[in-house]
């Protein structure tokens, strides 16, 4: 299993620009979470998923967009880039029930730099 | 709403030596709680998780950790610590229903030197 992986690793956008950050899970899992991760500041959330098609605000959603079509994947879009969207993005995925109950699972990041 | 603060944003301590990692919470209902670690360039590893009973929780690497409900604390122990500890510790809770996202801590970063 891969676990969670985060698609690309490493971005670099002018302000303005588009981007999409692709999130992927093997394990099945029903939710799914957009953080991101800045210094000092520990991880907030962006936005989260309860299943296929259902996505919700989370505490710093504004300026990011996210749509999750099918159960493994749970992409993150920033329509016009700001330079405060500077950060280190993470995914992660928790189980509806059974093993890891509770716990969530996180990707490796997207390390993204907006000039 | 639940908060999250650790009271150490940076611990220095030389190998071998014990550390304790501060975490205090503030919650409404009844809450999960989580220690994870992230090293250097990389993701967040979950080393342990209080659900319920025991309030001395185990985890990866010799950490431990004690859910004080009275003070609302959640500290991580290691008796101890190795070089290759070094890393940023975060601290976080939960709700009691699945699908509620973390509320993570400021975090704490760790170095220890020889």
């Known amino acids: 299993n891969a676990g969670v992986t985060q698609t690309p690793k490493f971005r670099v956008l002018k302000t303005g620009q588009s981007m999409t950050l692709l999130c992927a899970q093997d394990?099945?899992?029903?939710?799914m979470y957009w953080y991101r991760q800045d210094p000092g500041m520990g991880l907030r959330l962006i936005h989260y998923?309860?299943?296929?098609?259902?996505?919700a605000k989370g505490e710093v959603p504004d300026g990011y967009n996210v749509s999750r079509l099918k159960k493994q994947n749970f992409l993150l879009g920033l329509e016009s880039a700001a330079p405060s969207q500077t950060s280190v993005y993470f995914c992660?995925?928790?189980?509806?029930?059974?093993?890891?109950?509770?716990?969530?699972?996180f990707g490796p990041g997207t390390r993204l730099t907006v000039l | 709403a639940q908060s999250v603060t650790q009271l150490d944003s940076q611990v220095p301590v030389f190998e071998e030596a014990p550390v304790e990692l501060r975490c205090n919470y503030s919650?409404?209902?009844?809450?999960?709680l989580f220690w994870y670690v992230q090293y250097p360039n990389q993701g967040l590893q979950l080393l342990l998780k209080?659900?319920?009973?025991?309030?001395l929780v185990k985890g990866i690497n010799g950490f431990e950790a004690e859910f004080n409900k009275s003070q609302t604390s959640f500290h991580l122990r290691k008796p101890s610590v190795h070089i290759s500890d070094t890393a940023e510790y975060f601290c976080?809770?939960?709700?009691?229903?699945?699908?509620?996202?973390?509320?993570f801590g400021k975090g704490t970063t760790l170095s220890v030197s020889s």
């Open positions: 998923s309860v299943g296929e098609g259902t996505t």
């Open positions: 976080a809770v939960s709700e009691k229903r699945a699908g509620t996202a973390l509320i």
């Open positions: 394990m099945n899992h029903e939710y």
């Open positions: 992660a995925s928790s189980p509806l029930a059974g093993v890891g109950y509770n716990e969530q699972f």
């Open positions: 209080y659900l319920s009973g025991s309030t």
């Open positions: 919650s409404s209902v009844s809450v999960y």
